[in-house]
Protein backbone atom coordinates (compact mmCIF):
# COMPACT_ATOMS: atom_id res chain seq x y z
CA UNK A 1 0.00 0.00 0.00
CA UNK A 2 2.72 2.68 0.75
CA UNK A 3 4.46 1.87 -2.85
CA UNK A 4 0.85 2.67 -4.18
CA UNK A 5 0.66 6.68 -2.04
CA UNK A 6 4.27 6.53 -3.45
CA UNK A 7 3.54 6.36 -6.82
CA UNK A 8 -0.22 8.70 -6.95
CA UNK A 9 2.38 11.21 -4.74
CA UNK A 10 4.46 10.75 -7.75
CA UNK A 11 1.66 11.66 -10.38
CA UNK A 12 0.45 14.40 -7.97
CA UNK A 13 3.20 16.20 -8.46
CA UNK A 14 3.91 15.15 -12.61
CA UNK A 15 0.54 16.50 -12.63
CA UNK A 16 0.86 19.69 -10.94
CA UNK A 17 4.26 20.07 -12.95
CA UNK A 18 2.02 20.09 -15.83
CA UNK A 19 -0.63 22.06 -15.30
CA UNK A 20 1.94 25.18 -14.08
CA UNK A 21 3.45 24.56 -17.51
CA UNK A 22 0.30 24.85 -19.20
CA UNK A 23 -0.64 28.15 -17.15
CA UNK A 24 2.75 29.55 -17.97
CA UNK A 25 2.07 29.03 -21.07
CA UNK A 26 -1.59 30.03 -21.07
CA UNK A 27 -0.01 33.83 -19.76
CA UNK A 28 3.09 34.26 -21.07
CA UNK A 29 2.33 32.57 -24.70
CA UNK A 30 5.08 31.91 -26.57
CA UNK A 31 7.45 34.69 -25.51
CA UNK A 32 8.83 32.25 -22.05
CA UNK A 33 11.24 31.16 -24.06
CA UNK A 34 12.79 34.04 -25.16
CA UNK A 35 11.94 35.19 -20.81
CA UNK A 36 13.63 31.98 -19.82
CA UNK A 37 17.19 32.36 -21.34
CA UNK A 38 17.13 36.40 -21.13
CA UNK A 39 17.05 35.30 -17.73
CA UNK A 40 19.52 32.79 -17.95
CA UNK A 41 21.91 35.38 -19.88
CA UNK A 42 21.30 37.73 -16.48
CA UNK A 43 21.99 34.82 -14.29
CA UNK A 44 25.26 34.11 -16.36
CA UNK A 45 25.62 37.65 -16.26
CA UNK A 46 25.76 38.52 -12.44
CA UNK A 47 28.02 35.21 -11.78
CA UNK A 48 30.65 36.51 -13.56
CA UNK A 49 30.24 39.96 -12.28
CA UNK A 50 30.43 38.46 -8.85
CA UNK A 51 33.36 36.63 -9.70
CA UNK A 52 35.07 39.62 -11.45
CA UNK A 53 34.11 41.52 -7.95
CA UNK A 54 35.47 39.25 -5.92
CA UNK A 55 38.48 38.30 -7.85
CA UNK A 56 38.49 42.49 -7.10
CA UNK A 57 38.37 42.48 -3.42
CA UNK A 58 41.25 39.75 -3.41
CA UNK A 59 43.75 42.10 -5.49
CA UNK A 60 42.83 45.21 -3.55
CA UNK A 61 43.18 43.44 -0.31
CA UNK A 62 46.41 41.92 -1.03
CA UNK A 63 47.76 45.50 -2.52
CA UNK A 64 46.26 47.02 1.59
CA UNK A 65 47.99 43.97 2.76
CA UNK A 66 51.23 44.77 1.15
CA UNK A 67 51.10 49.30 1.69
CA UNK A 68 50.19 48.28 5.05
CA UNK A 69 53.62 46.23 5.99
CA UNK A 70 55.55 48.68 3.78
CA UNK A 71 54.23 51.65 6.24
CA UNK A 72 54.48 49.80 9.42
CA UNK A 73 58.11 48.98 8.07
CA UNK A 74 58.81 52.82 7.32
CA UNK A 75 57.33 53.70 10.49
CA UNK A 76 59.33 51.13 12.34
CA UNK A 77 62.57 52.79 10.71
CA UNK A 78 61.53 56.57 11.21
CA UNK A 79 61.07 55.92 14.92
CA UNK A 80 64.16 54.13 15.38
CA UNK A 81 65.86 56.97 13.37
CA UNK A 82 64.51 59.51 16.05
CA UNK A 83 65.24 57.24 18.86
CA UNK A 84 68.56 57.84 17.91
CA UNK A 85 68.53 61.29 17.21
CA UNK A 86 66.57 62.17 20.46
CA UNK A 87 69.77 59.96 21.98
CA UNK A 88 72.43 61.87 20.33
CA UNK A 89 71.03 65.39 21.18
CA UNK A 90 70.60 64.41 24.82
CA UNK A 91 73.78 63.21 24.85
CA UNK A 92 75.34 66.54 23.31
CA UNK A 93 73.32 68.43 25.93
CA UNK A 94 74.57 66.13 28.51
CA UNK A 95 78.34 67.69 27.13
CA UNK A 96 77.50 70.95 27.02
CA UNK A 97 76.33 70.65 31.05
CA UNK A 98 79.36 69.03 32.09
CA UNK A 99 81.36 71.75 30.22
CA UNK A 100 79.46 74.41 31.99
CA UNK A 101 80.22 72.83 35.06
CA UNK A 102 83.97 72.92 34.06
CA UNK A 103 83.88 76.27 32.83
CA UNK A 104 82.26 77.16 36.14
CA UNK A 105 85.27 75.84 38.23
CA UNK A 106 87.78 77.14 36.03
CA UNK A 107 86.55 80.61 36.45
CA UNK A 108 86.39 79.73 40.59
CA UNK A 109 89.67 78.85 40.32
CA UNK A 110 91.21 81.61 38.31
CA UNK A 111 89.21 84.41 40.80
CA UNK A 112 91.00 82.31 43.46
CA UNK A 113 94.55 82.86 41.99
CA UNK A 114 93.59 86.31 40.70
CA UNK A 115 92.24 87.12 44.23
CA UNK A 116 95.58 85.68 46.12
Request: net charge negative; aromatic share 4%.
Amino acid sequence: MSKKNTTDTQEEKIDSASKIEAIKNLIFGENIQQYNSEFDLLKKDIEDKKQQMESFIDEVRNELMQSIDSLSTDVNIRITDLEASLQAKTDALSEKKMDRRELGQLLINLGEKISS
